[in-house]
């Protein structure tokens, strides 16, 4: 699934259903549906705020895909490159307005990183594994949690 | 989402409702940095309607918290749904701010808290 959506905060909203929507449908536990879609709109609004100085009329898009173990999502923006050090996590012990969006990412996500080789404007990949279920497939699995 | 003000005896009490987000909370930020600074003794944001609160939201609340501190306005809220206590938890913010459970229970002791909050 592919969502193509302008940088309209008001637009916000759409993306939160469309995850929560998935990642019901690929059989996350309510908590984490919600952490999930709480994730996705923190990365989004850091699209709008930080690669489009708040521009609404800019698009960026989300791909969301469904594996066996995990759920992928891709955010894509030909916005400017975001510097590390504008979004970087704050210290909580620092009580300040700001600097929570990619705490609650690297919170609520396994895996989230910038694509540096991405040569538009920002690529953000982000991976939720299933808790593991112990059953005879997952026997030899090779896959890896990161 | 919709942000309403009441006063209650000596307290500015915020209404909110709905999802807070980088949309919604401007009209919030704006609602709580107003009472504030038209020196109301006493805010109280009302937060039993909030079904979704992110960073921005969040954001706002630490930015009333540190206004009130220059404003000598004693801060709080109530009814927070489970989700919004989470996300204060999960921030570490749960103890810098004065959370009262209903609204009941915040007029009865907004006038007496320590002031801004636990900073």
């Known amino acids: ?146 | 989402m919709k942000v309403q003000v009441r006063n209650v005896d000596n307290v500015s009490v915020i209404d909110c409702s709905g999802d807070v987000d980088l949309y919604s909370s401007t009209d919030l930020r704006g609602t709580l940095l107003k009472e504030m600074r038209s020196g109301k003794p006493n805010v109280l944001v009302n937060m039993t309607g909030v079904s979704y609160i992110d960073s921005s939201g969040i954001a706002t609340l630490v930015e009333g918290l540190q206004l009130s501190r220059e404003t000598k306005t004693r801060f709080g809220l109530f009814g927070l749904r489970s989700n919004a206590r989470s996300v204060l938890e999960l921030a570490r913010l749960h103890t810098v701010f004065a959370i009262f459970d209903n609204e009941k229970e915040a007029l009865e002791k907004i006038a007496t808290t320590e002031p801004f909050g636990g900073l």
């Open chain 1, 1 to 146: 699934m592919k969502l193509v959506i302008n940088t309209d905060p008001r637009l916000l909203h759409i993306v939160r259903s469309v995850i929560r929507y998935y990642a019901q449908e690929a059989g996350f536990p309510e908590a984490d549906v919600d952490c999930l879609a709480m994730a996705i709109n923190e990365a989004a609004s850091n699209v709008i705020r930080h690669a489009y100085d708040n521009r609404p009329d800019a698009r960026f898009s989300l791909e969301v895909k469904s594996f066996p173990d995990r759920i992928e999502f891709v955010l894509e923006d030909d916005g400017r490159k975001v510097k590390p050090e504008a979004i970087r996590p704050r210290s909580l012990d620092d009580v300040r307005p700001g600097g929570l969006g990619t705490y609650f990412i690297r919170c609520f996500m396994d895996e989230s990183s910038y694509d540096s080789t991405f040569t538009g404007g920002n690529r953000l990949r982000m991976v939720k594994y299933f808790s593991r279920r112990v059953s005879s497939s997952d026997e030899g699995s090779s896959q890896e949690r990161g």
